[in-house]
């Protein structure tokens, strides 16, 4: 190329590229909406606000919107993604820190559309792509309900996003690939309890932002990969669909326990982020939570579970040969709670193999328990498993893994268990 075309060509490069951002900008722009006084709470019908408490359980939102030792709804939780970590923003109607001078139809657009009042773009950590199936009515009750929380003035940390993904009108681009709201349909076809499951499931509760792989850009994967296992905040989700490796299947009656108390007799309680989870829907309306038991007991239906001979393998023989240095460790730290014959067991807390961690494709849930112990998420009493991140080495816990999910495992093998000890504790702060 000549000089003179080369600049011809930089120069449409340039203009090409100035054009692209004044489009995007075009896109992006969004109108304010004018703020309101903030409403007097008593102009709310108390049964408008205790539905939209009912709601916001299932939408777990104070998961999102409360800090460690903050305030309910008062933001600052970091919520973190591969691109950095966005704050869960103040939801109390205070009229500065808060959504005090939000109307109705400014809540309803950032339900729904993902946008601020002030007109900004939100990031999609923040589950709009699935609250914007949320009816007209609902959008009323969590309305009604927020509006009588009290105020809080606090104001969350900035977020923390590496360039240029802190320029909010990209997300205008990232919508446009990835948000197309479809509305959820009634299925004559199914009964009422799991239309109301599905609806519940697929809008407020977001099952799927966890339960489901993402792409690149943290799209959420649908269509055939739906409930197929995602990630969240260093914990696998495993499978929810016909993939699921539970070992026993999750009938809807197993999984309304679940969801109500944390447990199950067939089942690991529920640990990691799963436990705010059920401990939400532990408040929340019974007949909503059976529905969401109907409905995703339905998308497990085919799962193998059902065709595991029981009772389970217990190979503790050639496990130990293999793994001698776990099975030490095992026998001084685990076994008093862990063997059958253990009062626990014996009191009706699931033995080992019953747990899923141990079937899943990959170790995380096993390293993150062990990492972190478990609590019961929904009662405060006992038993529950101490806390081995400051007590064992990585190369420890990797044995323990090693052993345990050579005794009683099942699914393909775990390679680098160590490495993996490492990315669990890096993760899961
Ligand atoms: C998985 C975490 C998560 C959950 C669950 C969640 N939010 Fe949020 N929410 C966020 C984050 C993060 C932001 C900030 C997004 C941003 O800065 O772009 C946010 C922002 C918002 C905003 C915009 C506030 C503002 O000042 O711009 C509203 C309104 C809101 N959430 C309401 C809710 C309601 C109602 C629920 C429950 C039905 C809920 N959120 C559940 C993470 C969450
Ligand atoms: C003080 C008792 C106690 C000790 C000691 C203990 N755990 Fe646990 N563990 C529990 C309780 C309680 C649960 C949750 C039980 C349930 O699912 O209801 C649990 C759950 C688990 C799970 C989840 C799967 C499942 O079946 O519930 C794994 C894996 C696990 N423990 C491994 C270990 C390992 C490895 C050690 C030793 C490093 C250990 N535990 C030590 C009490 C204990
Ligand atoms: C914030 C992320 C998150 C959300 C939202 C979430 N889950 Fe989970 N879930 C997890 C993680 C992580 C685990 C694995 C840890 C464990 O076993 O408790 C899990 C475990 C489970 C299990 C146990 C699987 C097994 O075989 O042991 C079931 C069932 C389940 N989730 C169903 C649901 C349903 C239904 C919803 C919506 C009502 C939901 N989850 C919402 C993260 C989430």
Not at 30 to 44: C, N, Q, T
Not at 163 to 189: E, N, Y
Not at 297 to 319: N, S
Request: glycine letters at 10%; a positive charge; one cysteine or more.
């Amino acid at each position: 190329m000549t000089r003179g075309r080369r600049l011809k060509f930089a120069g449409v490069v340039l203009a090409s590229a100035v054009v692209a951002f004044v489009i995007l900008l075009v896109i992006a722009h969004r109108p304010a909406i004018a703020p309101v006084e903030r409403p007097d709470p008593r102009s709310f019908a108390p049964a408008l606000v205790a539905r939209g408490a009912n709601l916001a359980r299932i939408g777990n939102c104070v998961s999102c919107h409360q800090s460690e030792g903050g305030r309910p709804y008062a933001g600052g939780y970091p919520v973190k993604t591969p691109f950095g970590t966005i704050y869960g923003s103040n939801i109390t109607p205070d009229p500065d820190a808060g959504i005090g001078h939000w109307s109705r139809a400014a809540f309803a657009r950032a339900m729904r559309e993902g946008v601020g009042r002030d007109g900004s773009h939100l990031y999609p950590a923040f589950p709009y792509t699935h609250y914007a199936g949320v009816t007209d009515g609902d959008v009323d009750a969590l309305y009604a309900f927020l509006m009588t929380r009290p105020a809080v003035r606090a104001t969350p940390p900035a977020n923390d996003l590496i360039p240029p993904l802190d320029f909010r009108p990209l997300l205008a681009g990232w919508k446009l690939l990835f948000f197309q709201p479809t509305p959820i349909r009634a299925d004559p076809s199914q009964s009422a309890d799991w239309n109301r499951g599905r609806y519940l499931g697929e809008t407020l509760a977001h099952c799927s932002a966890c339960h489901s792989p993402r792409g690149l850009l943290q799209q959420e994967k649908r269509g055939d990969a739906a409930y197929d296992g995602g990630w969240s905040g260093g914990w696998y989700a495993p499978p929810i669909n016909t993939r699921s490796p539970a070992v026993r299947a999750w009938t809807p009656q197993r999984l309304a326990t679940y969801f109500r108390t944390g447990r199950s007799r067939d089942h690991a309680a529920a640990a990691g982020p799963m436990g705010p989870v059920t401990y939400n829907l532990a408040r929340a309306e019974p007949a909503d939570v059976r529905a969401l038991a109907t409905y995703y007991a339905w998308w497990m239906r085919d799962a193998p579970a059902a065709k595991v001979d029981l009772p389970l393998p217990d190979r503790r023989a050639p496990a130990e040969r293999q793994h001698p240095a776990g099975a030490r460790l095992y026998e001084g730290a685990c076994a008093t709670c862990h063997e059958p014959g253990a009062p626990m067991v014996v009191a009706g807390r699931p033995v080992l193999p019953l747990g899923t961690p141990l079937h899943e494709d990959n170790p995380r849930d096993t390293i993150q328990i062990i990492l972190q112990g478990l609590r019961p998420p929904v009662e405060a009493s006992g038993p529950y498993m101490p806390a081995y991140a400051d007590a064992l080495t990585d190369r420890q816990i990797a044995e323990i893994v090693a052993y345990l999910k050579a005794r009683h495992g099942s699914g393909p093998a775990w390679h680098d268990v160590e490495k993996d000890v490492a990315k669990a504790r890096e993760e899961g702060r």
